[in-house]
């Protein structure tokens, strides 16, 4: 079992640079970007993925997706969050009601 304050391991870059030249400079940039990536929260995963995609401009939806194992859908979702600039509940990670129902809601009798 794992240790809850232990951070999710991150995502290996499966960008051609990275493959072919594991220990270039492109390399290590992505290797950040995917440890920063496994510290954070759904959202603010949600919102670098579509910022750096917008960075690069066209293919950067495909190029995000290689190197952070993202679906593009996740991505787009993302870019789009960063356009509308909807704020959030302080303190909330997803809108009311979104998420899991509680146990108690799920099993009849419980």
């Given at each position: 079992?794992?240790?809850?304050?232990?951070?999710?391991?991150?995502?290996?870059?499966?960008?051609?640079?990275?493959?072919?030249?594991?220990?270039?400079?492109?390399?290590?940039?992505?290797?950040?970007?995917?440890?920063?990536?496994?510290?954070?929260?759904?959202?603010?995963?949600?919102?670098?993925?579509?910022?750096?995609?917008?960075?690069?401009?066209?293919?950067?939806?495909?190029?995000?997706?290689?190197?952070?194992?993202?679906?593009?859908?996740t991505i787009?979702?993302?870019?789009?969050?960063?356009?509308?600039?909807?704020?959030?509940?302080?303190?909330?990670?997803?809108?009311?009601?979104?998420?899991?129902?509680?146990?108690?809601?799920k099993v009849?009798?419980?």
């Amino acid at each position: 079992m794992s240790n809850p304050n232990e951070l999710p391991a991150s995502h290996p870059c499966q960008c051609s640079t990275c493959q072919q030249h594991p220990d270039s400079p492109t390399a290590e940039v992505h290797r950040a970007i995917n440890r920063f990536l496994a510290a954070s929260d759904e959202r603010s995963r949600r919102l670098l993925a579509g910022s750096l995609a917008q960075q690069h401009g066209r293919g950067g939806i495909a190029l995000v997706a290689r190197i952070t194992g993202f679906s593009p859908h996740t991505i787009r979702r993302g870019q789009r969050e960063l356009q509308q600039a909807i704020p959030t509940a302080r303190g909330r990670i997803r809108r009311p009601g979104a998420g899991r129902k509680p146990v108690e809601k799920k099993v009849p009798g419980s």
